[in-house]
C-alpha cells in the first residue's frame, strides 16, 4: 500500500536551530501540501505544491520558514531559525489532480504521512 | 469564502449505540466535502468524499454520512459504534480554484466507551 513517508518522526532542538522536515510523496502524485497541527490553532496549511511549482504558501511565515520540492520525490520544510512558538506536528500529504479533459476524475483525497512531531526548546 | 463548522469538540458514546459527528458547511458553488479520521499519533486518513449524485455516501471502517443541501451539513455517521473507533475527525471543504486544496473544520474527538 502506497505511504506517505515524512522524516524525522520526532525532533527536539534548541531554539535558534535549523530545522529541516522531509517528505517523500507517494509515487505519481502531483500535489503536495505541508500542515501544520497544534492544539490551540488545530491544523493549519502552510504551503502547496503542484507539479513542483509553489502554488500557495500564504500560510507560511515567510521569514524563517521556507518550503521546496527540489525532485518529484522529495519535499523539503524547513526553518531558520527555529523558535519555541514553531513545537507542533508538521505533517506532508500527495494527491493527484488530474486535468480538466478527465472527467469524474477530480477531487481526488489527499493522503497524509505520519508527521514531525517538532519541539523546539 | 468556503468553511466547514464542527460544533461539537467532543462526543461520547456507548459501543454498540449510534454514532454521528456533525458538520455543516458554507460555500459557494458545488460543495465537495470530505470526512478524515486520525488516530494518535498517527496523520489524517481518508473516510469517504461527497462530490455529486447520491446524498448517503458511504464509506471506510463502516462509516457513512448524508449530504443535506438545505440544511448545508454533512454529517458523519456510524450505525453501531466499536471503542476502536475512539478518535479525532475531521470534516473538510474543497477550496482554492485549482482544485485538492482542503480546508478543513475544528475537529471532534470521538471516545466510545465499553
Known amino acids: 500500500d502506497a505511504r506517505v513517508t515524512q522524516t524525522p518522526r520526532h525532533k527536539v532542538t534548541e531554539m535558534g536551530q535549523e530545522v529541516t522536515m522531509r517528505c517523500q510523496p507517494i509515487l505519481g502524485h502531483n500535489t503536495v501540501f505541508w500542515y501544520r497541527q497544534t492544539m490551540m490553532q488545530g491544523l493549519e496549511l502552510l504551503a502547496y505544491f503542484r507539479n513542483r511549482a509553489p502554488l500557495d504558501d500564504s500560510g507560511m511565515p515567510k521569514d524563517r520558514f521556507s518550503a521546496e520540492m527540489p525532485d518529484a520525490t522529495l519535499a523539503t520544510l524547513k526553518i531558520q531559525p527555529s523558535e519555541p512558538r514553531d513545537s507542533a506536528v508538521y505533517f506532508c500529504?500527495?494527491?493527484?489532480?488530474?486535468?480538466?479533459?478527465?472527467?469524474?476524475?477530480?477531487?481526488?483525497?489527499?493522503?497524509f504521512g505520519d508527521g514531525t512531531r517538532l519541539s523546539i526548546l | 469564502a468556503q468553511s466547514v463548522a464542527q460544533p461539537e469538540d467532543q462526543v461520547n458514546v456507548a459501543e454498540g449505540n449510534p454514532l454521528t459527528v456533525k458538520c455543516t458547511y458554507s460555500?459557494?458553488?458545488?460543495?465537495?466535502l470530505f470526512w478524515y479520521v486520525q488516530y494518535p499519533n498517527r496523520g489524517l486518513q481518508f473516510l469517504l468524499k461527497y462530490i455529486t449524485g447520491d446524498n448517503l455516501v458511504k464509506g471506510s471502517y463502516g462509516f457513512e454520512a448524508e449530504f443535506n443541501k438545505s440544511q448545508t451539513s454533512f454529517h458523519l455517521k456510524k450505525p453501531s459504534a466499536l471503542v476502536s473507533d475512539s478518535a479525532l475527525y475531521f470534516c473538510?471543504?474543497?477550496?482554492?480554484?485549482?482544485?485538492?486544496?482542503?480546508?478543513f473544520g475544528g475537529g471532534t474527538r470521538v471516545l466510545v466507551k465499553p
Open positions: 500529504a500527495s494527491g493527484l489532480v488530474r486535468g480538466a479533459r478527465t472527467p469524474g476524475q477530480g477531487h481526488q483525497p489527499q493522503h
Open positions: 473538510a471543504v474543497e477550496t482554492g480554484a485549482a482544485g485538492n486544496k482542503l480546508t
Open positions: 460555500v459557494s458553488g458545488n460543495p465537495y
